[in-house]
């Protein structure tokens, strides 16, 4: 399904980078 505006696209981009990023600082935490 194309989307309206490609600007939902870089939204979901920015989103899924932010969450891999904290994830990844959780990690490091962690370990």
Known sequence: ???PQP???ITCM???IA???M???I???VY
């Open 1 to 3: 399904i194309p989307l």
């Open 7 to 9: 600007t939902r696209a």
């Open 14 to 16: 920015i989103s899924g």
């Open 19 to 21: 969450t891999i990023s």
């Open 23 to 25: 994830a990844a600082q």
């Open 27 to 29: 990690l490091l935490q």
